[in-house]
């Protein structure tokens, strides 16, 4: 099993950043890919980004150019820093990973809200 744990959520201007991290316990060598999905109220949960064991990454077309994901494998740990932050980014965001037999795991989920 792998445990994980979101952190870094929180209320935001347009323009603003943050910055959400995710800490992975349990069978964390059995994790392969990390990443981030998001859910807005009233709508189906999307994918944001995800990170591969080997760092390579792909990302939502509504938020190239402005997150970034990285990860910690020495940590367990992955990150997206969101910059530009937009109004329309505003909802829950989850922390994701996958292990070798393509099982998912989820955390708690982070609110993320971005208004004046």
């Known amino acids: 099993q792998v445990q994980l744990v979101e952190s870094g959520g929180g209320l935001v201007q347009p323009g603003g950043s943050l910055r959400l991290s995710c800490a992975a316990s349990?069978?964390?060598?059995?994790?392969?890919?990390m990443g981030w999905y998001r859910q807005a109220p009233g709508k189906q949960r999307e994918l944001v980004s995800l990170i591969t064991r080997g760092h390579s990454t792909n990302y939502a077309d509504s938020v190239k150019g402005r997150f970034t994901i990285s990860r910690d494998n020495a940590k367990n740990t992955v990150y997206l820093q969101m910059n530009s932050l937009k109004p329309e980014d505003t909802a829950v965001y989850y922390c994701?990973?996958?292990?070798?037999?393509?099982?998912?795991?989820w955390g708690q989920g982070t609110q993320v809200s971005v208004s004046f």
């Open positions: 994701n990973a996958e292990d070798y037999l393509e099982r998912p795991y």
């Open positions: 349990g069978s964390v060598l059995r994790i392969l890919d």
